[in-house]
């Protein structure tokens, strides 16, 4: 009889060994992985910090002095303070400018957004006055415009260019708006990415151009935009 009962002895013996050594082993795991976890979100967390870092966003006023299109119709250049913005023309801001109802519009520009890159997008509103005539509300509504009894006509075209960065020109080279305006602007990006000088210049004849890769051959600016008789204005009016 006493033989079973060593067997069995020997059998616990083993089985508390062999839990104890499963105990130990699930022990080193949980902490193993634990650790793990810790430094995946360390890891996360401090790829966050960095990414944060790189690019944030920084907001500021950019004066603007002038609003130019060029001769061939396709790109707007706003002229500001620190930087010149060059956008494609929205068609909906081409036939504003050159409808006869032109002079019956005003314009604010929206907040400008800035990409890492330098892209650089927002929006223009447009609003015929009330009190213009049915004709000019017609051709406006041709034009694309929202019109309704109480709120007028009304469209906000959306525009979308390059920032570069400003440098002087010559003073009465350039129409100037009424007064200066201030637009607020927000870049996302990093603070030292690479901003372009502006391809902006005064030829010969004291006329304002800019690249003819850039324009497409055009470097003439023709015409102020949205500003005949009427104040283009951002966030100061």
């Known amino acids: 009889m006493s033989k079973p009962l060593a067997i069995n002895t020997l059998t616990i013996q083993i089985i508390g060994m062999i839990m104890q050594f499963l105990s130990h082993r699930m022990q080193f795991l949980g902490r193993l992985l634990g650790g793990l976890m810790l430094s995946v979100a360390v890891f996360s967390l401090s790829g966050c910090m960095t990414q944060a870092l790189l690019n944030s966003d920084v907001n500021y006023k950019e004066k603007i002095s002038s609003i130019l299109v060029t001769e061939d119709g396709k790109k707007m250049l706003i002229i500001g303070q620190d930087y010149h913005y060059i956008f494609n023309v929205n068609p909906q801001i081409l036939s504003t400018i050159k409808a006869d109802y032109r002079t019956q519009v005003t314009?604010?520009?929206?907040?400008?957004?800035?990409?890492?890159?330098?892209?650089?997008?927002?929006?223009?509103?447009?609003?015929?006055?009330?009190?213009?005539?049915?004709?000019?509300?017609?051709?406006?509504?041709?034009?694309?415009?929202?019109?309704?009894?109480?709120?007028?006509?009304?469209?906000?075209?959306?525009?979308?260019?390059?920032?570069?960065?400003?440098?002087?020109?010559?003073?009465?080279?350039?129409?100037?708006?009424?007064?200066?305006?201030?637009?607020?602007?927000?870049?996302?990006?990093?603070?030292?990415?690479?901003?372009?000088?502006?391809?902006?210049?005064?030829?010969?004849?004291?006329?304002?151009?800019?690249?003819?890769?850039?324009?497409?051959?055009?470097?003439?600016?023709?015409?102020?935009?949205?500003?005949?008789?009427?104040?283009?204005?951002?966030?100061?009016?």
């Open 107 to 237: 314009a604010s520009i929206d907040r400008f957004f800035v990409a890492n890159d330098q892209t650089t997008t927002g929006r223009i509103h447009l609003s015929l006055n009330k009190d213009a005539s049915p004709e000019f509300a017609q051709a406006a509504a041709a034009a694309g415009y929202h019109c309704s009894e109480n709120l007028g006509c009304k469209v906000s075209p959306y525009i979308r260019g390059v920032r570069y960065k400003a440098k002087a020109l010559p003073l009465g080279v350039t129409e100037k708006l009424k007064k200066e305006y201030v637009v607020d602007v927000t870049y996302h990006g990093s603070p030292g990415a690479k901003v372009l000088l502006t391809p902006v210049t005064v030829v010969a004849d004291g006329v304002v151009g800019a690249g003819a890769l850039l324009l497409g051959g055009v470097a003439a600016i023709g015409w102020t935009a949205l500003v005949v008789g009427h104040e283009v204005c951002g966030s100061a009016c």
